[in-house]
């Protein structure tokens, strides 16, 4: 493990601070948020953690629809009916989702605002964490942990404790950000899925899998090409070149814009305009090639016992 870099705060008036040094592995490519443990709480209830503004929810909501969609097609291996489990379930979206699938789905999040979310919905989502969860021993068709890992203090700790929950035919479902891919070449420290301190481990895929390995699981699958998360990181990241705050437009979105000078706004939105909409389409583009070479922004991880 070495210093790598400084890392910008995603949130530097919640998290207290401008930047985090970065450390990296030598052998896998992953990298670690120094000091991320203190950052206060604050920094999952706000900022860029806020909710939409209401004229954005139509598109937001037809976009995650879309997203979910897509989300289904990796438990397309897990017995019909079977029981899942998600951990880091958020407001419940993808329980629901997988309730209304056919499967017995139920999810374990920290945060009591994201339950009663998850309760307006319908979605069976307890209070807990991944060490406080009392899960029956191979009682799990599934276990789902999708852009939950990279925020926790002890990775290897919750994938030991899923690959206990496995079922002897069940999988693990892992989705995460790759610090390998393109986009996070192209990006740096402007790279959209940083999002330092809630990021704690930067995962390449090397590192993920070989953390899988120690942990006495066998990786069925990588894959790169996703609704979710992919194009639009892309294309965030790409227009973090050319304006002055980073992730205006998604910050713009979720209402993050407090303290950003007038003048600053307006000729980020003009970028934005102008330079978003030519870029769009190059940035689905590049991002759906480099899907197809295994260095999508996001990826997921399918592994078995």
Same mark, same amino acid.
């Given at each position: 493990m070495h210093q790598w870099r400084l890392a910008r705060a995603s949130d530097p008036q919640l998290a207290g601070r401008d930047a985090y040094w970065l450390d990296r592995c030598g052998s896998c490519g992953s990298a670690f948020t120094r000091d991320a443990e203190t950052a206060p709480m604050q920094i999952y209830e706000a900022g860029?953690?806020?909710?939409?503004?209401?004229?954005?929810? *139509?598109f937001v909501e037809w976009f995650r629809r879309l997203a979910d969609r897509d989300r289904l097609r990796f438990f397309?291996?897990?017995? =019909?009916?079977?029981?899942v489990l998600e951990l880091g379930a958020g407001a419940g979206e993808l329980v629901r989702k997988l309730d209304d699938a056919g499967f017995d789905a139920r999810g374990i999040e *920290?945060? =009591?605002?994201?339950?009663?979310?998850a309760a307006v919905l319908g979605a069976r989502v307890v209070e807990g964490t991944a060490e406080s969860a009392e899960v029956d021993p191979a009682s799990e068709d599934a276990?789902?942990?999708?852009?939950?890992?990279?925020? @926790?203090?002890d990775p290897a700790e919750t994938i030991s404790r899923a690959r206990e929950w496995l079922? *002897?035919?069940?999988? @693990?479902?892992?989705?995460?950000?790759?610090?390998s891919s393109l986009q996070a070449r192209i990006g740096g420290d402007l790279?959209?899925?940083?999002d330092? =301190?809630?990021?704690?481990t930067h995962f390449t895929s090397d590192g993920l899998v070989k953390l899988l390995a120690r942990n006495g699981l066998h990786v069925a699958r990588v894959r790169h090409? @996703?609704?979710?998360?992919?194009?639009f990181g892309m294309w965030q990241t790409m227009l973090n070149r050319l304006t002055g705050e980073p992730d205006f437009f998604f910050r713009l979105v979720k209402r993050d814009l407090a303290g950003v000078p007038a003048g600053v706004r307006a000729r980020d939105l003009t970028i934005t305009l102008v330079a978003g909409s030519l870029l769009l389409a190059p940035a689905i583009a590049l991002e759906f090639a480099a899907g197809g070479l295994g260095k999508g922004g996001t990826m997921v991880v399918e592994a078995t016992r």
């Open positions: 860029t953690y806020s909710a939409e503004r209401r004229s954005a929810a *139509p397309d291996d897990v017995r =019909p009916g079977g029981r *920290p945060s =009591p605002s994201a339950i009663e979310a276990v789902v942990i999708w852009h939950t890992l990279e925020h @926790l203090a079922a *002897p035919t069940g999988r @693990l479902i892992i989705g995460v950000p790759d610090l790279w959209f899925h940083q330092v =301190p809630r990021h704690r090409l @996703l609704i979710e998360q992919n194009a």
